[in-house]
């Protein structure tokens, strides 16, 4: 989130200091009453005794992939199984249960990446981050026999969310980048001829209570780049 001195808060229409939101302009009240007032993963509520069995879909009787709202209760207890620390998924997204045959064996998902990303935009020629999506989780709970499965299921997510994306955002959707932690190596994104764009330089931006208007840096881990950029 980047500040700006002044301008025009897009829900309230007050000229006061406000804060670049992915991709609109709020002053400080109108973002604190967006707030779910529950307690960190923005609304995406763990529980523990979600299994799959409860989202079997008869319809589905191959590799496929489901859309869900963030909140659903299998993808939240995967996700944040996933990743622990998260604060859950913020900005524009689109998450799905990843479904082979009947049962769900995993989830994948894309949201708004890192803002005013220099790397990104210049590799997109963009002025703005609406364009592109981070892929933010892959993750493949139950594994079947199939050494290329993770490979089938970035084509079918790219496929799909490229016209979801649209749908939903009313906006094109020019490519998806990733951003991979060491030891892993992204074989599954350069198998799907994903680019490599190098590594990140390891700062980690951090934001809680009245710093969340404030970015504070730390050091972080390195990772790997890769994008994908949709054919003209």
């Not at 960190?40 to 299994?51: L, P, R, V």
């Not at 879909?57 to 995967?78: E, G, H, Q, T």
């Not at 524009?92 to 220099?118: D, H, M, Q, V």
Request: charged content about 25%; hydrophobic content about 30%; overall charge positive.
């Amino acid at each position: 989130m980047t500040v700006v001195e002044s301008g025009t808060c897009f829900k309230c229409n007050t000229k006061t200091k406000v804060f670049a939101v992915f991709g609109v302009q709020k002053c400080k009240p109108c973002i604190e009453l967006t707030k779910t007032g529950r307690k960190g993963n923005s609304g995406m509520i763990y529980d523990k005794s979600i299994t799959p069995d409860s989202f079997k879909d008869l319809f589905i009787d191959n590799l496929d992939l489901v859309c869900c709202k963030k909140s659903n209760k299998l993808f939240v207890k995967w996700y944040i199984e996933h990743y622990p620390k998260s604060k859950g998924i913020v900005g524009r997204s689109l998450n799905y249960l990843i479904y082979n045959k009947t049962i769900p064996i995993g989830i994948i998902s894309a949201s708004s990446p890192p803002l005013n990303y220099k790397k990104f935009r210049e590799y997109f020629s963009v002025e703005n981050d609406l364009g592109f999506l981070n892929n933010n989780v892959f993750r493949i709970v139950n594994k079947p026999d199939d050494k290329n499965i993770g490979t089938k299921i970035l084509k079918i997510f790219r496929n799909k969310i490229h016209k979801d994306y649209q749908n939903k955002y009313k906006t094109k959707l020019l490519g998806i980048i990733t951003f991979v932690e060491p030891p892993r190596s992204g074989s599954i994104y350069k198998a799907d001829n994903w680019e490599y764009l190098g590594e990140t330089q390891g700062v980690t931006v951090r934001r809680s209570g009245e710093n969340w208007y404030d970015k504070q840096y730390t050091k972080g881990t390195k990772k790997h780049i890769f994008a994908y950029k949709y054919a003209i």
